[in-house]
Each structure stands twice: as structure tokens, then as C-alpha cells.
């Protein structure tokens, strides 16, 4: 911990008369207090979210009391933005998988799961998800014909989608076609690539909601 800076440096969000007695924080020690990534805390101070002095040197320090104060902010915020993840994936060892990982991750989601597209489609109606994965190879009715109908489903606001497959890109053009805007993946599933995803929606939809800021519409 540090106390207030004396040196020349550039501040963002706040007064430079700080008592000589403040607090600072770091960037890392910030992140890990709020259970974010680096770049994420770096990307709130440059754009104003999250009040900082940056040293000559470049170092970005945080005012602890501020930090303090959006930790007893971010658990109600976040369970208000909590978002609602449902994965399609007939393989029950895979879906277990799924739980295990969003669990570990301590995001703040709701997690559904389905077996098939149709039961995929029956949980989307229910629950209006903000973010879709997908397998495509499934019994009863597959990923395409399930995305297809979703899409139906949500004439404006759509969920985000990803699909997670073991299909070649033959095999998947032999179902059907998928928009361009949806990012496939190949198995085995991609839980680092994933878990960027899930924490760039979640803490941007965090960052939206403390500014006040209308939910943009999904993709």
C-alpha cells in the first residue's frame, strides 16, 4: 500500500489536492480486490470509470477509499447485472464440464442447461438468456435449426450466440449456414476463450449499469 504520491503526474477522475495521509492502490492490487482481470481495472481508469493518478512514471495509483467504495457497490450491482448463460450440448459429460467451469469462475451468471434443441428452445422462452452456446451435432433437432428458430424468437434483441462443436466445416454446411457473426469454435471446448467472453459481457453490462446507460442491444 502507498501513501499519497508526491511527484508530478497526470490525474483522471478526481481532485490532485489529496490529503498526504490517502491511500493508494495499484492496478494489480485493485484487481485482485475486486476479482477482475488487469486490463479490465486499466480500461475503467483510462476511460474515467474508476477515478486514478498516474505517476510520471506511468503507473496508475487508485485512492483506496474509492476502491472500498465500489467493492460495497459491485455485489448489489452485480447481482443486478447478473446475466443469464444457457449452453446446448447433448454430451452430459460436457455439460458437467460447463457447471464446473462457470462455477470456478465466480462470474455472475445463471446457468441453464440443455440437452437438445428443443429443450434448448423450451429455456430460452423461459428464461430470455443473454448468452447462448451451442452445439450444433445433436439429436431431436440441431444447433442450426435451434439457432434459426431462436432468432425468430428474438426479432430484435438478440442473445449472444457461440457455438462449440466437433463438426468439421463440411459436416456444419451440410446442416445448414450460420451468420458470419457468429464466432464458432472447434472442440474440445475452449473455456479460456469462453471465459474472456463471458467476462468482457459481464463487466461491460456492470460498467453500463453504474453509469446509468442504456443496455445496448445484443448481437
Known sequence: MRSAPRDQGVFFGFSRFLP??????TTREVAKMLGVGLTTV????????LPAWKTAGGHRRIPRAIVEKLLSEQTATLEESRSTVLVVEDNPVERELYRQHFTEWKLPLQVLLAQDGYEGLLLAGRHEPDFIIA???M????GVRMIDSLYGQYPAEKPV?????????DEITRLGSISPNIPVYPKPIPFTALR???QH???????????????PTRI
Open 161 to 169: 450466440v457461440v457455438v462449440v462443436t466437433g463438426l468439421t466445416q
Open 135 to 137: 452445439d450444433l451435432s
Open 196 to 198: 474472456q467472453l463471458l
Open 20 to 25: 498526504v495521509t490517502a491511500e493508494f492502490m
Open 42 to 49: 486499466q480500461c475503467w481508469v483510462e476511460s474515467g470509470v
Open 139 to 142: 439429436p431431436l433437432m440441431n
Open 201 to 215: 459481457h459481464v463487466h461491460s453490462k456492470y460498467a453500463i449499469r453504474r453509469s446509468g446507460a442504456v443496455t
